[in-house]
């Protein structure tokens, strides 16, 4: 089985991110169609740009299988999340959640190939044949070689905004320290709350006296 480099096993991460305030009651979509899943995919480099055009007027064709597929990536990306989540908690795994994943990763999977590419045998996902759900084989991919990777699923952390941000991050500080998505943003939100409640609590005891 071919070796994935870091960018590759983080990718899993920001497809889950794909889902803001995951861990909230009011989470915020950003993917609502295939079309939204190959301009994920192409923004992550995943695909040319030549290779989303021609997706996208396949998925025009076939409306049904595209949403199928579609269908197919939010469920995988939501076992993903649970997983990753489930470990994080140290929780035992939903056997449905492995279930979902075992399912997309069998039939990614099937899509690998070892091929000669500048006199070196390298591992290629085989796209000769057009396949909508092509998009979904890397995700899985990474995402499998994510959790039987102990060093650097053990960097993974998620975000600790308590309004449910729940956006997972890899902690690449040295003394695994890291807590926020964002020290500009939710970080800075929580020490500028912190700040909020020292004021606040001073100027009670002002009055207090
Ligand atoms: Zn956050």
Redesign the pocket.
């Known amino acids: 089985m071919s070796t994935l480099s870091t960018d590759q096993r983080e990718l899993c991460l920001k497809f889950a991110n794909t889902l803001h305030w995951h861990a909230s009651d009011h989470p915020w979509e950003t993917l609502h169609s295939y079309a939204d899943l190959v301009g994920w995919t192409l923004d992550a480099r995943l695909l040319s740009p030549e290779e989303a055009e021609e997706l996208l007027r396949a998925a025009q064709a076939q409306p049904m299988v595209a949403a199928a597929v579609f269908e197919r990536s939010i469920t995988l990306r939501e076992a993903i999340y649970r997983l990753i989540v489930a470990h994080i908690n140290t929780e035992e795994p939903a056997a449905e959640d492995l279930i979902d994943m075992n399912h997309e990763l069998s039939s990614a999977l099937a899509h690998q190939q070892v091929r000669v590419v500048d006199q070196s045998f390298v591992w290629i996902w085989n796209t000769d044949t057009p396949a909508l759900d092509r998009v979904l084989w890397p995700l899985v991919r990474s995402a499998a070689d994510l959790l039987t990777s102990p060093e650097v699923l053990a960097r993974v952390g998620q975000?600790a905004?308590d309004r449910g941000?729940g956006?997972f991050f890899l902690d690449t500080s040295k003394n695994h320290s890291r807590r926020?998505?964002?020290i500009n943003?939710?970080g800075n939100r929580a020490k500028q709350r912190r700040h909020y409640q020292r004021t606040r609590q001073a100027r009670a005891a002002q009055q207090d006296d």
């Open positions: 975000c905004d941000c956006w926020w998505c964002d943003d939710c």
